[in-house]
């Protein structure tokens, strides 16, 4: 059955509804996301596919996570490339609604917070950014919710990459915290083939920034090979590394908790490294910022 396309939450809910009736459905799966869909999108929701019976993808750029203007404007719009790419790996429905439909009152004056644990790494950069995705994301998965099918209560997951991992951190913890009824599935990063993560952004990257780019995925690399050898980790060098690459400025380079997202300084001097942790990246290459991490563990 072809791909279907809805732009509100009233659609959406029917058409949910219908479809778990039709597939006896007993799942259905959320993959959120703001459009300019690439493999990484794809992997997420290659993932849902297999384990849901009835998948929903948003595509929907939320302003409130755009500091400025000309950032949401520059964001890619491509929904009929996304909802080719969308129907080739499965997915039943796109939820793509318009402002008005997620923010019918204008900006909303209530918002999830993130708290403390958005005000660091990314949110220290970008102030008011989490606030903003949390909130976009809490309205989110109430509309993803599934559809009513009679005599059942399908079980609901919603699909989150690990390159994003302060933003999934924080989504796992709204979800516990406010206990919303939705499993939170972390999806591993996906790279091009010479390591770099795939972003959306990445297209803003000229051959040579791009290639400058490779310098995170390697330092993070070094930091991997380390822990797996449980040496020290360090960090110094690593962060020299990235700083030797001239197209490079980077924005923060840390050893972290995974679920404080509080940094590790044991972890990453003279001591053997022992447990798990995040190694966080951002960096800016040329007009672009990029983000990355590696989870690590001995």
Not at 221 to 232: C, G
Not at 268 to 286: H, K, M, S, Y
Request: glycine share 8%; proline share 7%; net charge negative.
């Amino acid at each position: 059955m072809a791909i279907q396309l809805v732009t509100t939450a009233a659609e959406l809910r029917a058409a949910s509804s219908r479809l778990l009736a039709r597939k006896h459905g007993t799942s259905q799966g959320l993959v959120p996301t703001m459009g300019a869909l690439h493999e990484g999108h794809a992997q997420l929701a290659r993932t849902a596919v297999e384990q849901n019976d009835v998948v929903v993808a948003s595509i929907f750029v939320n302003p409130l996570q755009f500091g400025e203007a000309a950032d949401l404007d520059r964001y890619p719009r491509t929904l009929e490339a996304d909802m080719a790419l969308l129907e080739a790996e499965g997915v039943d429905l796109v939820f793509a609604p318009g402002v008005d439909e997620v923010y019918p009152d204008g900006e909303p004056l209530v918002r999830i917070t993130a708290g403390t644990l958005g005000q660091k790494w990314e949110g220290e950069s970008r102030p008011g950014h989490f606030d903003g995705a949390l909130t976009v994301v809490a309205k989110l998965l109430h509309y993803g919710m599934p559809g009513s099918a009679p005599g059942t209560l399908p079980a609901y997951r919603a699909y989150f990459g690990q390159k994003d991992a302060q933003q999934l951190t924080l989504v796992q913890r709204m979800v516990t915290d406010l206990n919303f009824p939705v499993e939170i599935v972390p999806v591993p990063t996906v790279r091009s083939a010479d390591g770099l993560a795939l972003s959306s952004r990445n297209r803003f990257l000229s051959a040579a920034e791009a290639e400058a780019a490779l310098v995170l995925s390697r330092a993070l690399r070094l930091i991997e090979a380390r822990a797996n050898a449980h040496e020290p980790l360090g960090l110094a060098s690593a962060q020299a590394l990235v700083a030797s690459q001239p197209l490079v400025e980077l924005d923060y380079f840390d050893v972290v908790d995974p679920r404080t997202l509080e940094p590790l300084a044991e972890n990453c001097q003279d001591t053997p490294f022992r447990g798990e942790a995040l190694a966080i990246i951002a960096a800016r290459v040329g007009p672009v910022r990029l983000i990355d991490n590696i989870p690590l563990s001995s």
